[in-house]
């Protein structure tokens, strides 16, 4: 019996529905809560619903407060899914789910339910991503998947197989971008190196890049803003771009930001600790990037900026 993929992504999206926390529907052209419409032919999951809050019994404020807020966590899984779209347009179908369920019921184990400081940090991170990776798995069974497909799922959710960079290549190790915030970027911890080539996965690599995109785009202004260390933030920004593949790079140079962001980013590609040769090549982009982006910076809305970088 084939997969039911549109079950699945049902199933996660109930499931992101029923977050508390609740964020208004952003209707401007950025299309934050509602992604632009990407024709999904070539998709498995073309049959879903495009709109999952018309789909949603157990939404728990259904009806018109629907309208006009939205879970957060399905706010950040559309995002996902928006951000998957562009830079995969023929995603595989378990590749799609994944991405879906990247914060799968996420809420329920906050942040504050482990100690303070790195370590209960990292232990918060390491389970959450067992823990999403089970559910998922549980609900890809239900929705008829065979276990070895339900397995990939929550592989890719555990970014198993994933080949970081960052302390290899930027020369950043413990202490360096720790950020504690909930964000994908570079706040993501260094035990997840894996100095084996041969265990790279591309579809894990375009989740990877998806995630950071995502906080990139949705999360960071925030995030820097609770942070207020700029040399810290700028730590981050590093380690997250270390993280990015070729093509996530190109997407988050091409990204609108607002003013302050666009100052950091400047910042931390141009920064000499940055620029000293590693990052995969990506020192010399980087390089070439900042300087274009102080050049070509295109005036967008009030308070936005479209970058123009070459990767």
Not at 55 to 81: F, Q, V, W
Not at 245 to 273: C, F, T, Y
Not at 275 to 301: F, L, S
């Amino acid at each position: 019996m084939a997969p039911d993929f549109a079950k699945a992504m049902s199933l996660i999206d109930a499931a992101h529905a029923e977050d508390p926390k609740r964020i208004p529907i952003q209707t401007d052209t950025d299309g934050c809560s509602s992604p632009p419409a990407v024709s999904t032919d070539a998709n498995p999951i073309r049959n879903r619903n495009p709109d999952p809050l018309d789909s949603h019994s157990s939404d728990p404020d259904a009806g018109e407060a629907a309208t006009s807020t939205i879970p957060y966590e399905l706010h950040y899984a559309r995002k996902m899914t928006a951000y998957l779209q562009q830079h995969t347009a023929q995603a595989s179908g378990l590749l799609s789910v994944a991405v879906r369920a990247q914060h799968l019921r996420r809420w329920e184990i906050p942040r504050s339910s482990y100690p303070d400081g790195r370590r209960g940090y990292l232990a918060w991170r390491t389970f959450l991503k067992k823990r999403q990776g089970a559910l998922a798995r549980d609900m890809c069974l239900e929705a008829g998947f065979t276990t070895h497909e339900a397995d990939r799922v929550a592989s890719l959710i555990a970014k198993e197989g994933l080949k970081m960079k960052k302390k290899k290549k930027t020369g950043q190790g413990q202490g360096q971008g720790e950020g504690e915030g909930e964000g994908e970027g570079g706040d993501e911890d260094d035990d997840d190196d894996d100095d084996d080539d041969d265990d790279d996965d591309d579809e894990v690599q375009i989740l990877e890049d998806v995630a950071c995109l995502v906080f990139l785009d949705d999360q960071f202004d925030a995030f820097e803003r609770g942070i207020g260390d700029e040399d810290k933030i700028l730590a981050i920004l590093r380690k997250t771009w270390a993280k990015m593949g070729p093509r996530g790079r190109e997407l988050a140079l091409a990204m609108r930001m607002s003013g302050r962001a666009r100052e950091l980013v400047e910042k931390a590609l141009a920064g000499d600790a940055y620029n000293d040769g590693g990052g995969g090549g990506g020192g010399a982009a980087a390089a070439a990037g900042a300087a274009v982006c102080r050049r070509a910076a295109v005036p967008g809305r009030e308070g936005k900026r479209h970058l123009h970088w070459p990767i």
